[in-house]
T-cell receptor
Framework: GQNIDQPTEMTATEGAIVQINCTYQ??????LFWYQQHAGEAPTFLSY????GLEEKGRFSSFLSRSKGYSYLLLKELQMKDSASYLC?????????????FGAGTQVVVTP | SQTIHQWPATLVQPVGSPLSLECTVE??????LYWYRQAAGRGLQLLFY??????ISSEVPQNLSASRPQDRQFILSSKKLLLSDSGFYLC????????????FGAGSRLTVL
C-alpha cells in the first residue's frame, strides 16, 4: 500500500509564493499527480510527474524526487482564487490500469 | 472533447433507504471508470473501479455496489443506506493508457439521516 503525507493547511498572502510538500511511501512508483479542489467542487488535474525534476505550467510547478519519495507543488504569484485544497496522489507500478491513492489534501488560504 | 456527467448533485436519504448514483462519459470509448468517496475533511477513498463492461473491482468492503451496464455508464448503488454512507461521491474516468489522468464528475453530495 501507499502512505501519502502532506500538511493540513497553509496560509499565504496574495502575490506571494507557497510550496506544498508531499511525501509518499509506495511498493512501486508509477507517477505522482497534483489536483486542485475548491470547496464543494470536484478535483481538477494540475500536474503529473513520473521522472525526477521540475514540471512548470504557468504559475504552477511540480517537482519530484523518486529516491526521496518527495514532491512539491509550487504556486507563484498567488491569487485569491488559488484558495483551495491541493491533493497529492500516487500511482503504484503494480496498478497497471491507473488506480490512484490520494493524500488528505492541503488547504491553502490566500489572504489579501 | 470528453465530458463526464454525474447525478444527482445532492440528495438527502433516510437510513435504510436505497441509493442510486449514475455517471456517464461522452466523447470516448472503453474508459476506465471509478467511484471515489470523500468524507468531510478526509482524502479521496477509492470505492470501485472498472476497466470494461461488467468488470467491477471493489476496494473496500461496504454495503455499496457498482455496476457498468454499458461502456460509458457507471452506477453506484446501495440497498440500505447507513449513516456512515454520508459523503461526497465522485465519479471519474481515465483513458487507461499514458499518464492515465483522472477526470472527475461534479460530484454527488449524499446526506443520510
Amino acid at each position: 500500500g501507499q502512505n501519502i503525507d502532506q500538511p493540513t493547511e497553509m496560509t499565504a498572502t496574495e502575490g506571494a509564493i507557497v510550496q506544498i510538500n508531499c511525501t509518499y511511501q509506495t511498493s512501486g512508483f508509477n507517477g505522482l499527480f497534483w489536483y486542485q479542489q475548491h470547496a464543494g467542487e470536484a478535483p481538477t488535474f494540475l500536474s503529473y510527474n513520473v521522472l525526477d525534476g521540475l514540471e512548470e505550467k504557468g504559475r504552477f510547478s511540480s517537482f519530484l524526487s523518486r529516491s526521496k519519495g518527495y514532491s512539491y507543488l509550487l504556486l507563484k504569484e498567488l491569487q485569491m482564487k488559488d484558495s483551495a485544497s491541493y491533493l497529492c496522489a500516487v500511482r503504484s507500478s503494480t496498478d497497471s490500469w491507473g488506480k490512484l491513492q490520494f493524500g488528505a489534501g492541503t488547504q491553502v488560504v490566500v489572504t489579501p | 472533447s470528453q465530458t463526464i456527467h454525474q447525478w444527482p448533485a445532492t440528495l438527502v436519504q433516510p437510513v435504510g433507504s436505497p441509493l442510486s448514483l449514475e455517471c456517464t462519459v461522452e466523447g470516448t470509448s472503453n474508459p476506465n471508470l471509478y467511484w471515489y468517496r470523500q468524507a468531510a475533511g478526509r482524502g479521496l477513498q477509492l470505492l470501485f473501479y472498472s476497466v470494461g463492461i461488467g468488470q467491477i473491482s471493489s476496494e473496500v468492503p461496504q454495503n455499496l455496489s457498482a455496476s457498468r451496464p454499458q461502456d460509458r455508464q457507471f452506477i453506484l448503488s446501495s440497498k440500505k443506506l447507513l449513516l456512515s454512507d454520508s459523503g461526497f461521491y465522485l465519479c471519474a474516468w481515465s483513458r487507461g493508457t499514458g499518464a492515465n489522468v483522472l477526470t472527475f464528475g461534479a460530484g454527488s453530495r449524499l446526506t443520510v439521516l
